[in-house]
C-alpha cells in the first residue's frame, strides 16, 4: 500500500517516528487508507489510535456519535470491543475527562493530536 499512499512516511506519531497502521480491519481513518492521516480538511482531527471498549462506544453513543451500530448505507459494519479506530482527538479527551478513555497505539495516533492532546497524557493510556 505505501506505493499507493500519498500520505506515506510524511506524517509523524507522537513519538516522533513513522505514522504506524492503526488498522485495516475495520478499516479506519478520516481518509479510510487504515491510518490516522489528517489534513486541512479533517475538521474533526481524526488521530487517535484507540482501542475499542464497551464502556466507550457506550460513552459515545450516549454523546451522539454511535460508533457500534453498523450503517450498511455508509459501508460501515459498526465498532466492537477489540477494534482499533481513528478517533478525533477532542472525543478522545472528552471521554478521558469523564474518566471512560480508552487505550491508545501511540505509535499509530497523528503527531497533530498533540495541539489537543499533550504527550505526558497519552502517555498515560498507551498499550
Not at 6 to 35: H, K, M
Request: contains cysteine; hydrophobic residues 35%.
Amino acid at each position: 500500500m505505501d506505493g499507493e499512499n500519498p500520505f506515506s512516511g510524511s506524517q509523524r506519531n507522537v513519538l516522533g517516528g513513522v505514522l504506524e497502521v492503526c488498522s485495516y480491519d475495520p478499516l479506519t481513518g478520516y481518509f479510510r487508507d487504515g491510518c490516522c492521516h489528517t489534513d486541512i480538511s479533517d475538521r474533526g482531527v481524526h488521530t487517535v489510535c484507540a482501542i475499542m471498549d464497551d464502556v466507550f462506544l457506550d460513552f459515545s453513543k450516549k454523546m451522539g456519535n454511535d460508533l457500534s451500530t453498523p450503517r450498511p448505507e455508509f459501508d460501515f459494519l459498526g465498532l466492537k470491543a477489540g477494534d482499533f479506530w481513528c478517533l478525533c482527538a477532542a472525543r478522545w479527551e472528552e471521554a478521558r475527562l469523564a474518566g471512560v478513555a480508552p487505550k491508545l497505539n501511540l505509535k499509530a495516533c497523528n503527531h497533530k493530536t498533540l495541539s489537543i492532546i499533550p504527550l505526558e497524557v497519552l502517555n498515560k493510556y498507551g498499550i
